[in-house]
């Protein structure tokens, strides 16, 4: 693509959208950064990939998790969740100032917010339908499904909008919102790819 462009992937969990940026970024032919924001991040830091994979998208009691972890001298620095996110936070903006690409999660939207080469979409869908797309996918049953739905809805919610100071998942902090069981994965594609001719 000619002109400098990101798309920030918000998710629940099970409607598609890590599959919805892949596609995308293929569509685009830009790279698309999910788990490699961490290594990234880890690369540039110092820590350790599984600690900012053990930390990934959670809010954590920041000093009693730290104090837990034994990491850090806390009365001089600031707590290790505070540090991780930070470190993801300049690896977000550092990314998005050097290439065209898509990123997903990790509050990319709010981090990118007063850049104007930012589009933020967020995909959404009703519970028995990301039910069945986790089952499927991770071959569990119903209710093994709803309790990853669960805890990795709260997880994210939780991180978001405590370092946000915003509601994950609200319409007025994205350009776009779908709800992916109407749409499909494909859909929504499609969808993007449209808005990004119009907006242009």
Request: glycine share 6%.
């Amino acid at each position: 693509m000619n002109n400098h462009l990101v798309i920030t992937v918000g998710r629940e969990f099970g409607s598609g959208g890590h599959e919805i940026a892949e596609k995308l970024a293929k569509k685009m032919e830009v790279n698309c950064y999910d788990k490699e924001i961490l290594a990234e991040s880890a690369k540039k830091s110092g820590f350790s990939e599984k600690l900012f994979e053990k930390n990934d998208e959670t809010a954590k009691n920041s000093l009693i998790y730290s104090i837990v972890t034994g990491i850090g001298n806390y009365s001089n620095s600031r707590p290790l969740s505070v540090q991780l996110y930070l470190e993801q936070f300049y690896t977000i903006k550092e990314i998005a100032d050097r290439e065209s690409c898509v990123m997903v999660g990790r509050c990319s939207d709010y981090v990118l917010r007063e850049t104007d080469y930012t589009v933020n979409i967020f995909a959404h869908a009703p519970l028995d339908a990301r039910i069945r797309r986790i089952c499927q996918r991770y071959q569990v049953d119903d209710k093994k499904a709803q309790d990853m739905i669960e805890k990795q809805d709260k997880m994210r919610a939780s991180y978001y909008n405590y370092y946000t100071n915003q509601k994950w998942g609200r319409s007025k902090h994205y350009d776009l919102t779908f709800d992916t069981s109407k749409i499909g994965v494909e859909g929504a594609v499609q969808l993007v790819m449209e808005y990004l001719d119009i907006r242009s």
